[in-house]
Structure formats: structure tokens, C-alpha cells
T-cell receptor, first 112, second 113 residues
Framework: EADIYQTPRYLVIGTGKKITLECSQT?????MYWYQQDPGMELHLIHY???????EKGDLSSESTVSRIRTEHFPLTLESARPSHTSQYLC???????????FGSGTQLSVL | AQSVTQPDIHITVSEGASLELRCNYS??????LFWYVQSPGQGLQLLLK??????LVQGIKGFEAEFKRSQSSFNLRKPSVHWSDAAEYFC???????????FGTGTRLTIIP
């Protein structure tokens, strides 16, 4: 059902590398979100956007940054990855008509 | 501050048995409540939601949940589970005024034959 895509699905990289996690949706949703999820833990909101050129930090502090140059695209960037960044990152967009979040399949990031 | 507690980290039930997953929330106003399911390697999928009205809500895949304001609970139920129900289940609370949902830690459901 969901038309929201995240790439890559899995990523293993070395410490200090710059990475970008991609998230795209084809539903025309204005509001998009990034959540961080560790095993056995709740999802934490790290970034959100209410539209083009709008980005805000979420409840959980994160060293990552986001951009929203186009409605359909909401990439997340880590300038210098560290092992503490190892986690699953979930992107979501809000369907106002459906009154629910649509989630991507996530990116499992491992930093060695 | 809003919060969600899912007291059961892992539940194992037999196929065909009934299921109840617990969720308690803390919220300063009338809550919007959600249950999401996450299958391995997949994103989260909405099972059902409660905004107002009838406190017993029906969702997809035969799930239902009951909102009990006096107990601050929103437990998820299914009368007869199927092997395909094995997944992780997340309860969430929020308000679509700010669209920031708070999720619980999840309950992992295992189904045995």
C-alpha cells in the first residue's frame, strides 16, 4: 500500500564516512518524518518537515541533518558516521486524508 | 509529556488462541491512539486508530482495540491468531494537531503451532 521508499535497505560502513539515507514518497504528502529505532526500544523522532524548505529537530537529539528541497524527497545525512549511529532509521510521511503515517521499510545502518 | 508503556516485551501464543497486547498511555489531553505492526524487514503498518466516538475500534486483519479512559489503556485484541500475525506491535499516542507520535517499546509476538 505504501508509496514511500527508503534506500539503501542495509548499509555497513566504516567510522568517519559521510552517508546519506534516501527517502522518497510519491503521495504528495507535505509532512515527513525520520525515526530512529533500536532493538527493543521505542521509535524516537529525530527530524520532521512540514513542507519544502521546512525542517525541524525531533524529540531525540541526533547528529544527523536533513533537507527538504522537493516535496517528495527527504534525505538524512551523517557527515561523519560513528559506531553510536548504528541503528535502524525509518522514514514516514503523513497522509492527512487517511489520518495516518505511512512508513518506509527502513535503513539498517551499521557503523564499524 | 506524553508517554506509552507496553509492559510485555515478548508474548508467545499458540495458533488459534486469543491474544491481548497491553498498552497504557499518559497524555494531557484527549489522545489519538494507534496500533502499528512491523513484520521482519518491513516498515510499520497501521492496524487501527482511535480518535473519538465508539471506544471499541476495529482494524485490519481481524484486530480490535478498546479505549478505556479510566485505565488509560488501549489494549489490542484478536480472538484467534494466525501464524502470519507473528511480528512486532507498537502502540502510539499523539495528537494530529502536532503530528508527533510517541511510540511504545513494542511487543514481539511469537506464534507456535
Amino acid at each position: 500500500e505504501a508509496d514511500i521508499y527508503q534506500t539503501p535497505r542495509y548499509l555497513v560502513i566504516g567510522t568517519g564516512k559521510k552517508i546519506t539515507l534516501e527517502c522518497s514518497q510519491t503521495m504528495g504528502h507535505d509532512k515527513m518524518y525520520w525515526y530512529q529505532q533500536d532493538p527493543g526500544m521505542e521509535l524516537h523522532l529525530i527530524h520532521y518537515s512540514y513542507g519544502v524548505n521546512s525542517t525541524e529537530k525531533g524529540d531525540l537529539s541526533s547528529e544527523s541533518t536533513v533537507s527538504r528541497i522537493r516535496t517528495e524527497h527527504f534525505p538524512l545525512t551523517l557527515e561523519s558516521a560513528r559506531p553510536s549511529h548504528t541503528s535502524q532509521y525509518l522514514c514516514a510521511s503523513l497522509g492527512s486524508a487517511e489520518e495516518k503515517l505511512f512508513f518506509g521499510s527502513g535503513t539498517q545502518l551499521s557503523v564499524l | 509529556a506524553q508517554s506509552v508503556t507496553q509492559p510485555d516485551i515478548h508474548i508467545t501464543v499458540s495458533e488459534g488462541a486469543s491474544l491481548e497486547l497491553r498498552c497504557n498511555y499518559s497524555y494531557g489531553a484527549t489522545p489519538y491512539l494507534f496500533w502499528y505492526v512491523q513484520s521482519p524487514g518491513q516498515g510499520l503498518q497501521l492496524l487501527l486508530k482511535y480518535f473519538s466516538g465508539d471506544t471499541l475500534v476495529q482494524g485490519i486483519k481481524g484486530f480490535e482495540a478498546e479505549f478505556k479512559r479510566s485505565q488509560s489503556s488501549f489494549n489490542l485484541r484478536k480472538p484467534s491468531v494466525h501464524w502470519s500475525d507473528a511480528a512486532e506491535y507498537f502502540c502510539a499516542v499523539g495528537n494530529f494537531g502536532n503530528e508527533k507520535l510517541t511510540f511504545g517499546t513494542g511487543t514481539r509476538l511469537t506464534i507456535i503451532p
